[in-house]
């Protein structure tokens, strides 16, 4: 079955009034004489639709998506709306307020969440979703980076957004929702096909796609999930009830001869869990329980195994011998960095990790998803292009030199603060996504362990959101084993994608690893802008590292210019 693409004039408009009447400016930076007789929401839509507004397709199967209006705090005015949320509980216009009622009277219906920041209009199989500004359509809190700040003007507003629209997606709320979305946009869960029979359509599942909900295993759910209903305050907390794939935050005092060198350097991994979701097989249906199972790593799940006493290894790169690991290294293993005490679950990544380290892997258990693929690849590819293309707006390229990059990266806030801008929503696109798919619950519910709406998304997956974390985390830490093994560098402090080494010098090229020819060593730290590369996130003197760590901070929170452990305590 083929579907007609429909064309469309642009993705978004954003909405500004001058002189008393509505004008209109598109991503191009075209302007649009809005007609007089647009006077409320309902209007408004219907003239968004008749425009074309609309983007196409993203995936053979999947669908275009509606129009969407940004609206500017002169649009809100000239539309009957109110200029601020007096419910900042519920952050919705009331139900009974005139703007609600042109709506309803207008043939158009509003989704659960009301009149909102983010508001959902639809008729007639029709779509049309509003952005409303000056409510708080891109406040901090749903991540949309320095998004609010370019709101002030409403070209450049415009302008930010279609290329979001056009390297990502049309907004449609968070960035975090933005990239479910995404996910469901490149992978749909369903697709028409004609029964032979009746020769009526029907939906069918996508291959590879996530079509329906399913449930998490025991030890996937959060406590207050309907699963985790009998657990008890003490289980909630053992790694051999509950699985703890979190990313690493650890530091430590630095040895005698480590203090004696002048600086501390901060390495940054870039998009550190988008980079982790390439080529990363999930499990795409339910889980299934198995009693010592043998270990495989081609097999995605939670795998309960004992690494208590387990020793950290690794091969020389010359002689191919396997050596044991400083005791100063954090352990892969824990989020805390501390060595495993016992039995505890673990997610496929981080297994087949201690495989690598030479470690013996016997699961006492497993809840393991046989149905697996790479759902997550045509996520991470769109995300990608879009990052790398933003980076490209501001100059910075994968064939730059390192000192090149350096200087380019140190200075990137001072260059075109729409592309700055963007940058940020598709870097807390990627991250912001990874964690929706563990949302937890939100408001009022009838108990602890009543369901929430969330849980009825297929995309509610928290064993997905394990097998990034878990596989970035492990990347991150395999990554410093090859740097000691070159350079003999044992990291001081690390949190999630932020590793801070000594250094003679003040700059990331002295701690990197190198092949002996200089050129950077395969699977080591490299300096670059691509997704999972590094570049540089601080340098400090030796003396503020030790003073922060008395404090008991962890100096890789803190390393990023402009950030203080003393004013953030």
């Not at 056009?166 to 028409?192: D, H, N």
């Not at 350096?406 to 806030?413: D, E, R, W």
């Not at 340098?539 to 929170?557: F, G, L």
Request: hydrophobic share 40%; charged share 25%; glycine share 8%.
């Amino acid at each position: 079955m083929t579907l007609t693409e429909k064309t469309f004039t642009a993705p978004l408009l954003v909405l500004d009034a001058e002189g008393g009447a509505l004008v209109g400016h598109r991503p191009d930076v075209q302007r649009v004489d809005v007609p007089a007789d647009v006077v409320d929401l309902a209007t408004a839509a219907e003239w968004a639709v008749a425009y074309g507004l609309g983007a196409g397709r993203l995936s053979q199967f999947g669908e275009e998506s509606g129009p969407l209006l940004v609206l500017t705090e002169g649009a809100v005015e000239a539309l009957g709306l109110p200029a601020r949320l007096d419910d900042r509980k519920r952050l919705r216009v009331s139900d009974d307020h005139p703007a609600v009622k042109a709506v309803e009277e207008g043939g158009w219906k509003l989704s659960r969440a009301g009149l909102s920041p983010w508001s959902f209009m639809f008729r007639d199989r029709v779509e049309v979703h509003v952005a409303t500004v000056p409510w708080g359509a891109f406040a901090d809190h749903l991540r949309w980076g320095g998004i609010e700040d370019v709101a002030a003007d409403p070209a450049a507003l415009a302008y930010v957004l279609g290329q979001y629209a056009e390297r990502v997606i049309t907004p449609t709320g968070s960035t975090a929702a933005c990239s479910l979305a995404l996910m469901t946009a490149v992978r749909p869960p369903t697709r028409l096909v004609r029964d032979r029979g009746t020769g009526r359509l029907r939906r069918v599942p996508v291959e590879g796609s996530l079509s329906v909900p399913v449930n998490p295993a025991p030890p996937e759910a959060p406590d207050e999930h309907p699963h985790a209903a009998d657990r008890t305050r003490d289980q909630a907390k053992d790694p051999a009830h509950v699985l703890a794939e979190e990313a690493l935050a650890w530091h430590r005092e630095p040895t005698e001869a480590e203090a004696a060198a002048p600086y501390v350097v901060g390495l940054d991994v870039n998009t550190a869990f988008l980079a982790a979701a390439n080529r990363l097989t999930v499990g795409l249906g339910e889980a299934v329980y198995t009693d010592g199972p043998r270990f495989d790593k081609r097999v995605p799940g939670c795998w309960l195994v004992d690494l208590s006493g387990a020793e950290l290894r690794t091969k020389d790169l010359v002689t191919k011998e396997w050596k044991t690991l400083p005791a100063e290294f954090p352990s892969p293993f824990t989020p805390d960095g501390k060595a495993p005490t016992g039995p505890a679950w673990y997610a496929t990544p981080t297994l087949a990790y201690a495989v690598e380290l030479g470690i013996e892997v016997r699961p006492i258990a497993a809840w393991l998803r046989p149905e697996a693929g790479g759902y997550l690849d045509l996520w991470h590819n769109r995300l990608r292009d879009a990052y790398m293309a933003t980076l490209a707006d501001l100059g910075i390229t994968a064939d730059m030199p390192e000192e090149a990059y350096l200087s380019a990266m140190a200075t990137i806030k001072e260059r075109d603060p729409e592309a700055v801008a963007l940058l940020s929503a598709i870097k807390q696109t990627a991250k912001g996504g990874i964690g929706k798919l563990r949302e937890r619950p939100q408001g009022k519910r009838e108990g602890r362990n009543a369901p929430w709406p969330a849980l009825k998304r297929p995309t509610w997956r928290p064993d997905i959101r394990a097998a990034v974390i878990s596989a970035a985390r492990v990347g991150t830490h395999r990554k410093m084993v090859k740097t000691w093994n070159a350079t003999g560098l044992v990291p001081l402090a690390v949190l999630s994608d932020c590793v801070i080494y000594p250094s003679a010098y003040p700059t990331a090229r002295a701690v990197v690893p190198r092949k002996p020819d200089g050129s950077p060593l395969p699977g080591g730290f490299r300096l670059g802008p691509n997704p999972g590369y590094c570049k540089e996130e601080g340098v400090r003197p030796m003396s503020w590292y030790v003073d922060t760590v008395a404090k008991d901070a962890n100096p890789a929170r803190f390393i990023k210019e402009g950030r203080d452990a003393a004013r953030e305590e």
